[in-house]
């Protein structure tokens, strides 16, 4: 939901990706279980490094783990084009709209506190929301709200493109956003954007009284385990990082993004994290468990959490900042220079984690619902990843490119 394609688009966070084939499918497995057995982990080696040639991506970070069996964890490529260090599964790297699970997970453990209520207004919390009295913390986390995504303003983008080193704050970002009038009445219909994720930010450092990042790391990554995940506060990456290649430039030649500054996505699409990680949040993301047992939320916020509303979408559903997709539950995120996807499938207790090193789609579309379709064609036949390329999220269209706005932003996530 959350995504940023250069050609067209910047968007800060992804989450429903364009599903593309990567030409005829390999060999499935039979329908209703998940067995990788050495033959299928052929299947999908051949499969996917045939995808990366036919794509031209530079590498590629998968793991496939069914609860119980041998896990699928591989990394294909490279991740620095300018060394050939190879790409591992242990580097961090920049998971674009995936944020979103993170910052609305802060939100909810406020809802646990009794700090915040999901159908108050957004105005009982903070002041300045054009029509805030009538758009609810509910409707902001379902996407619902109506709220112009600031990731679609030309100008915007065009500042962006010029500095990628600039240093947006969240205010610059929603007064860019409330220059424009809302799109709908707030709970008319479904609308991706990053504008809602930010104002959710916002939400989290005033009634929980430290800054986002603080926050998250006390209260949802510490408990979870999740060491190398982060929000950082400017450019910096954690080494070793996996380098991320994009041609969103003012000349369209493909460049190094790795440590363009996140700061226009931040509450929506700026997280940091590894593939290793984000198998650890995803189960307990779709559960509201942690790992060791305890809750992450309430049973009863967490039920809330996972209600799908439809998007207008077939096949495509969006509750509490994590959405369904043809039954992998979770989220996706596309930035300059990145893409990630990290889902569940919970009837086969599998979770599925991609990264992919470049944004440049081209052609093919989005990178990592490429390798995503190309793998579950193969493992999950009666679930495999996929969207109509109507819902695939063109967030901000470039200053010199005209896009349709779809339900996704996009310079990151």
């Known amino acids: ?50 995808a990366m040639r036919k794509a031209d991506i530079p590498g590629v970070g998968i793991g496939l783990w ?34 979103k699970t993170f910052t ?3 939100v909810l453990q406020l809802v646990d506190e009794g700090k915040v209520r999901l159908d108050a207004p957004i105005s009982t919390y903070l002041d300045g929301v054009p029509g805030g009295d009538k758009i609810t913390v509910r409707q902001l986390a379902e996407m619902r709200s109506g709220l112009y995504d600031y990731t679609q303003d030309p100008r915007m983008l065009a500042a962006y493109q010029a500095d990628p080193q600039r240093e947006w704050s969240p205010q610059e970002l929603l007064d860019i956003a409330f220059r424009h009038p809302a799109n709908f009445p707030p709970d008319a219909r479904w609308e991706y954007s990053n504008t809602n994720t930010v104002l959710l930010g916002l939400l989290v450092e005033k009634v929980g009284g430290q800054p986002l990042h603080t926050y998250l790391e006390q209260h949802v990554l510490a408990p979870a385990d999740l060491n190398s995940t ?6 910096e990456i954690a080494s070793p990082f996996v380098h991320g290649y994009t041609n969103f430039t003012p000349d369209g030649a493909t460049v190094d993004a790795s440590t363009w500054n996140p ?42 959490r996972l209600r799908m509303l439809p998007t207008g979408h077939p096949g495509v559903g969006y509750g509490l900042g994590i959405a ?3 039954g992998w539950i979770g989220h996706n995120g596309e930035l300059p220079g990145y893409e990630t996807i990290a889902v569940r499938l919970p009837q086969d207790r599998a979770t599925l984690v991609i990264v992919v090193n470049t944004d440049v789609d081209g052609k093919f579309g989005n990178l990592s619902s490429l390798i995503a379709t190309t793998v579950t064609k193969i493992v999950t036949p009666e679930h495999v990843w996929g969207l109509p390329s109507a819902a695939q999220p063109n967030g901000v269209p470039e200053p010199s490119a005209s896009s349709t706005p779809a339900p996704n932003p996009k310079p990151s996530s």
Do not use: N
Not at 24 to 48: F, H, S, Y
């Open 1 to 50: 939901m959350g995504r940023y394609r250069t050609p067209t688009v910047l968007a800060a966070a992804s989450l429903l990706l364009t599903a593309l084939c990567a030409g005829q499918a390999p060999a499935a497995a039979p329908p209703g279980r998940i067995d990788i057995d050495p033959v299928i982990a052929e299947q999908l080696d051949d499969a996917i490094t045939a």
């Open 66 to 99: 069914i609860d119980g069996e041998d896990p699928y964890v591989r990394a294909f490529g490279t991740s620095d084009k300018a060394t050939g260090v190879p790409i591992k599964t242990d580097m961090h790297t920049r998971v674009g709209s995936v944020t």
């Open 104 to 106: 609305i997970t802060g």
């Open 230 to 235: 982060s929000l950082p506060t400017g450019s």
């Open 263 to 304: 700061s226009w996505a931040w509450a929506a699409g700026a997280v940091i994290s590894t593939i290793d990680d984000l198998h650890s949040w995803v189960p307990t993301l779709v559960t509201g468990k942690l790992p060791d047992g305890d809750r992450l939320l309430e049973p009863g916020t967490q039920a809330q």
């Open 324 to 326: 369904e997709i043809d």
